[in-house]
């Protein structure tokens, strides 16, 4: 018997996918890996222009006929656009949709962070409450299941009142051999460009407040003025929500998915110190990549990893001292081996898997 599961894709359809996108490209990839024939998965998307994602993945969509931002308020309290035949519907963020499908379907809702109270500070009212409002109504539905994907926040989630026997933990993927990273000589003609030669700190991700980056850039500029081998500090990634003072620090901005890789694995150091954060991709794809780590106390996705080197975000010498500290440590085959072991069981087919076992 053919099993049909509904996930919600809209987020591929923003304008920043950002690490729910990865999540939702992640986890389809990974079904595709473990399809014996017994499952069709539909990804409901919001009425729009095509998504290279969704073409790229092979995923059949389902349209909801609404706008993005519409679709949204509506799953609040309507399943629109769920298939009726639909046996698992599960929502990738906490815009929905909570209901629909068939009468014994199984309903989830995937839970990443609860940054709108980790850091008030990065996220609008409007945001807050709207965030508050969908955790309310995940807590009251007793029948949804929530798979968590940051470490320890099914003990939080329990805190707010909802049963453990609801929560699923599950990984989150790193793997991405579709992509083959760019040649050396391509990296170094990038940053060429932008005025990088030789050695560099990278850094990936958002340019918020959040994402500390005004004190790792301070911290690195110590670092380096006492001889530690660093190069510039390269940041690449979009900018975000508020103000963020790059100071001298590159700027790329986006690149292209090979070109990253690159980056990722060329990098001297790579350096990620959020003051508060869901799970935290960036480090583990460093690490995927072989590169010494610098992350902070505040990354849950490899504040446990043993080849990371762990410090204090509110700290600037800390950070310094983290940065000093990683250069220091291995740089041979052997040790770029480890590090990519360290992270070697975050795979999206496992991911799959733990989706799965918490569908039955």
């Known amino acids: 018997m053919t099993t049909t599961l509904t996930i919600s894709i809209d987020q591929l359809f923003r ?11 992640g986890l389809v990839q990974g079904l595709a890996e473990l399809d014996d024939g017994s499952l069709e998965v539909l990804g409901l998307a919001p009425r729009g222009a095509a998504s290279n994602d969704v073409q790229r993945l092979g995923l059949r969509r389902v349209n909801a006929h609404v ?10 309290t309507w399943p629109l656009g769920v298939p009726r035949r639909s046996t698992i519907v599960h929502a990738t ?32 009212p409007a945001g807050i409450r709207f965030h508050e409002r969908r955790l309310d109504l995940i807590r009251s539905r007793e029948s949804l299941r929530v798979f968590t994907s940051s470490p320890g926040l099914d003990d939080r989630l329990v805190e707010t009142g909802i049963d453990r026997s609801r929560i699923h933990p599950v990984r989150l993927g790193v793997d991405d051999d579709g992509v083959e990273g760019a040649d050396a000589a391509t990296v170094a003609s990038l940053l060429a460009e932008h005025g990088v030669v030789g050695t560099f700190t990278l850094y ?16 690195h500029s110590r670092a380096r003025s006492s001889g530690a081998p660093l190069g510039p500090l390269v940041l690449v990634g979009p900018g975000g929500w508020g103000e963020v003072d790059s100071a001298d620090a590159t700027v790329l901005g ?5 070109n ?3 980056l990722y694995r060329d990098a001297t150091v790579f350096a990620y110190v959020p003051r508060a954060e869901g799970w935290g991709l960036p480090p583990v794809e460093a690490l995927y990549a072989g590169t010494r780590v610098v992350a902070s106390t505040t990354t849950p996705s490899v504040r446990d990893n043993p ?3 762990i410090v204090d975000p509110l700290d600037a010498d800390s950070i310094a001292h983290g940065l000093v500290t990683a250069t220091t440590s291995g740089d041979d085959e052997s040790s770029r081996r480890r590090r990519r072991g360290s992270v070697a069981h975050l795979t999206w087919r496992n991911v799959a898997l733990d989706h799965l076992a918490g569908w039955r």
């Not at 379907?105 to 008030?120: I, K, N, Q, T």
């Open 260 to 262: 990253l890789k690159g």
């Open 15 to 25: 304008a920043q996918p950002g690490g729910i996108g990865t999540y939702v490209r």
């Open 307 to 309: 080849h990371v080197v």
């Open 254 to 258: 986006l690149v292209s998915r090979a």
């Open 204 to 219: 990936v991700g958002t340019r918020e407040p959040r994402k500390n980056l005004e004190r790792l850039i301070a911290a």
């Open 93 to 124: 963020s906490m815009a929905g949709p909570f209901a629909g499908g068939r009468g014994e379907c199984v309903h989830s809702v995937a839970m990443h962070d609860m940054l709108w109270r980790d850091e008030p500070s990065a996220a609008t």
């Open 67 to 76: 706008p993005v931002s519409v679709l949204t308020r509506v799953w609040a």
